[in-house]
């Protein structure tokens, strides 16, 4: 089902973390609302937990989007359940949870259009943190939906080689091991994302000529989703994904 955006020309809006602009990161809350608007894919990121559970948090730590501390790695699920994942963001929505992966497959079963970018963050077991995904979104069928992200090459490789799955990564510098030549990590990616900061069309043309996806991440306001779909990058991850979402609208109105 990602084979859908294969080579598109239609902007594709991913939501970054959920709707990350408005609400607290990776909570059901943001992926929720982000669906709630009309977002075509969702972008998150999954770590392990200490008795082995995946879970959905962007950091090493608990630190900055809860109000604990320390290593996710280092929590329980119940213990990582304690804590409270809102209210740094706002007062308003404290109470919010960590989510156990699981629970948010359970909630991406009942939206059957909604595209799957999951990010699996660099650790130590950041490959076992890739089979246990696997498992859950085989249950939940889910896996024809997903691309799987990764800054570590040698799990961009994991997945390529143990599951055949679609990988995102990234230009050579901003990764880690990366391997070069043929063979190397550009031949085990179906797609590659460029950060705004690094977006310029004669690098989306060079990767495109690779046989790759290019995508951009992340144009927040109307001129950064004009400038990326000049540059011919119309697969937006996006922090807000209003902007994007309403150009959408009038270009193919």
């Not at 404290?94 to 970018?117: D, H, R, S, T």
């Amino acid at each position: 089902m990602i084979e859908q955006v294969r080579d598109t020309g239609s902007i594709i809006v991913s939501g970054h973390r959920g709707y990350k602009s408005d609400y607290p990161e990776n909570t059901l809350l943001a992926f929720k609302r982000a669906i709630e608007v009309g977002v075509h894919m969702l972008e998150f990121d999954l770590r392990m937990a200490k008795d082995r559970t995946v879970v959905v948090i962007h950091d090493d730590t608990v630190d900055r989007t809860t109000n604990g501390t320390g290593a996710v790695r280092d929590f329980t699920l119940m213990e990582l359940k304690a804590l409270d994942a809102g209210g740094w963001f706002s007062p308003v929505f404290a109470g919010l949870k960590i989510p156990a992966f699981e629970e948010l497959c359970q909630l991406l079963a009942e939206y059957p259009e909604v595209l799957l970018n999951v990010e699996i963050k660099s650790s130590v077991d950041a490959q076992d943190t890739v089979d246990e995904a696997v498992k859950l979104l085989e249950k939940y069928q889910l896996f024809p939906r997903c691309v799987f992200t990764c800054f570590d090459a040698q799990i961009i490789a994991y997945l390529y080689d143990r599951y055949g799955a679609k990988t995102q990564g990234f230009k050579a510098e901003v990764m880690r091991n990366f391997v070069s030549g043929e063979g190397g990590t550009y031949s085990k990616m179906w797609a590659l994302a460029l950060e705004m900061s690094l977006l310029n069309r004669q690098d989306v043309q060079t990767f495109r000529d690779m046989g790759l996806q290019v995508w951009s991440y992340c144009p927040d306001t109307a001129s950064d989703v004009h400038y990326s779909i000049g540059c011919g990058t119309t697969v937006m991850t996006c922090n807000d994904p209003i902007p994007a979402l309403e150009i959408k609208k009038r270009l193919e109105a």
